[in-house]
């Protein structure tokens, strides 16, 4: 798949190739639009993200370099810059858009608010963090990229990219270990 990228790449870089650039879009489309809406978890939101990310990425397509990360690692790195972007002028956590309180057993919904607000400030937390801990975190856990990948994306050795992320989980374990029951 990274040779066909490729090739739509140069196609967009040599020639600004419409076609080639309608392809490479179309194939991560709804990966980009799934990976914003987790952020988000807003549907416009997430539609708008997805289009800023497009647009960034053709923007500066003629700066990528094959040999310094994969075009999906790249492609996740500004999806993710853009999401941080926009979650500044964020001051919580929306709910997601398909919640509604008929879905919600009511013997369970004070534990959902509950989880959710925590979920919030774990959110708050993980924002004041120096941005690389942030991509980090959020291309692990919300993109499911290996470490490998997150360590090609950041420009960082696999071990120290491990350790960051590992010093993160432990430390909001250790903060809101006391506000988390099952």
């Known amino acids: 798949m990274q040779k066909e990228d490729m090739k739509w790449i140069r196609r967009i870089q040599r020639k600004n190739d419409r076609d080639s650039a309608d392809q490479l879009i179309r194939k991560y489309y709804d990966d980009i639009y799934a990976f914003q809406y987790s952020n988000c978890c807003n549907m416009q939101d997430a539609l708008d993200l997805t289009q800023e990310t497009f647009t960034a990425v053709l923007r500066y397509l003629h700066t990528y370099d094959e040999s310094r990360a994969s075009f999906r690692t ?30 919600a057993d009511p013997v369970d919904e004070e534990q ?36 490998e990948d997150i360590a090609a994306a950041v420009n960082l050795p696999v071990s120290n990219v491990k350790a960051k992320y590992y010093r993160l989980l432990k430390y909001i374990r250790r903060t809101y270990e006391n506000e988390y029951r099952n």
């Open 74 to 103: 790249w492609l996740y790195h500004i999806a993710f810059r853009k999401y941080i972007d926009h979650s500044k002028t964020q001051s919580h956590i929306p709910l997601p858009d398909e919640f509604t309180e008929e879905q």
């Open 112 to 147: 959902i608010i509950q989880d959710r607000i925590l979920l919030e400030r774990i959110d708050t937390a993980i924002h004041r963090l120096d941005p690389l801990l942030q991509e980090i975190w959020y291309l692990h856990l919300y993109s499911e990229f290996t470490f």
